[in-house]
């Protein structure tokens, strides 16, 4: 992991972070490693970045309520199974992983008989929803608060952690240390 940007690399600082021809005033946050890695493959963009390593819960409020964001955000290294998550509502189905392919396409099917000019008033309606309830400010405020509290202490310490144990090591120790 790179020590400026968090984001996943064999170097340190990554290839992006060492590059002096990056333009420094500008800083690209981004959810997922993954995502620094799609942006630079367009070439478009010559900032820097910042990996928040995933966004907590704001987002989550919105998909399984706030009891269930919290439980989530708050217990490290929470994981939910497919079938928790259909529960939950996060996930329409939670199908076999054999059975996947053939139910997306099933899905698929039935929603390609929709015309696509109904299909995209349809979309942009729900959307608009989601945007009423504060979705869009939600995901701001979200990364906003990741991006503040990468800078802290604790999470610096836990980055540390996570470089010399790695993820799961991290996690069990944090676990399995006293609450403070
Ligand atoms: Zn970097």
New binding site residues.
């Given amino acids: 992991m790179?020590s400026?940007?968090f984001?996943i690399?064999e170097d340190d600082?990554?290839d992006?972070?060492d590059d002096q021809r990056r333009d420094g005033t500008m800083i690209c946050v981004v959810a997922e490693a993954k995502d620094v890695f799609a942006i630079e493959r367009t070439s478009a963009y010559h900032g820097r970045?910042h990996v928040l390593g995933g966004l907590i819960s704001p987002m989550w409020s919105f998909l399984v309520g706030p009891k269930r964001a919290k439980q989530m955000s708050f217990v490290a290294g929470s994981q939910v199974s497919g079938a928790t998550s259909a529960d939950w509502g996060w996930a329409n189905y939670s199908v076999p992983e054999a059975e996947l392919w053939d139910n997306v396409a099933a899905l698929a099917g039935q929603i390609a008989k929709v015309p696509l000019p109904t299909l995209r008033m349809k979309k942009a309606s729900i959307n608009r929803v989601a945007e009423i309830q504060g979705f869009r400010s939600a995901m701001s405020m979200g990364a906003e608060t990741d991006a503040l509290l990468h800078f802290s202490p604790e999470v610096i310490e836990l980055h540390e952690l996570i470089k010399s144990k790695g993820l799961k090591g991290a996690i069990a120790e944090f676990n399995g240390s006293e609450a403070s």
């Fill in positions: 790179c400026r940007c984001s690399t600082p990554c992006v972070c970045y």
